[in-house]
Nanobody, 121 residues
């Protein structure tokens, strides 16, 4: 089971750190991704990290502003979000995938409940 947290309301240019914690002891075996869904829009890929943390992927719109990391000892993945923009407003979900990192939500196996991020202009 995945638990996403850390969302909130910030002004443009502000920062938030999202956390994705898992209770499974096999957490470290899975790649972890973050997706977001704004009202009326499809769920979109934000970032993903391999099980070892050796490879990290970002969508173009967040590269250079968001940083993804993981601490397998704590069964947690972190998404540091800096220089937030109003277009980053969405519900953010973490998910895990068995095997190779994927970029489509439909290919992920386990999902957290989502955390709301709102960026005011």
């Amino acid at each position: 089971q995945l638990q996403a947290s850390g969302g909130g309301l910030v002004q443009t240019g502000g920062s938030l750190r999202l956390s994705c914690a898992a209770s499974r002891r096999t957490f470290s075996r899975y790649g972890t991704g973050w997706f977001r869904q704004a009202p009326g829009k499809e769920r979109e890929f934000v970032a993903a990290i391999t099980s070892s943390g050796g490879s990290i992927y970002y969508t173009d719109s967040v590269r250079g502003r968001f940083t993804l990391s993981r601490d397998n000892a704590k069964n947690t993945v972190y998404l540091q979000m800096n220089n937030l923009k109003p277009e980053d407003t969405a519900v953010y979900y973490c998910a895990q995938v068995v095997g190779t990192i994927r970029f489509r939500a439909s290919e992920y196996d386990y999902w957290g409940q989502g955390t709301q991020v709102t960026v005011s202009s």
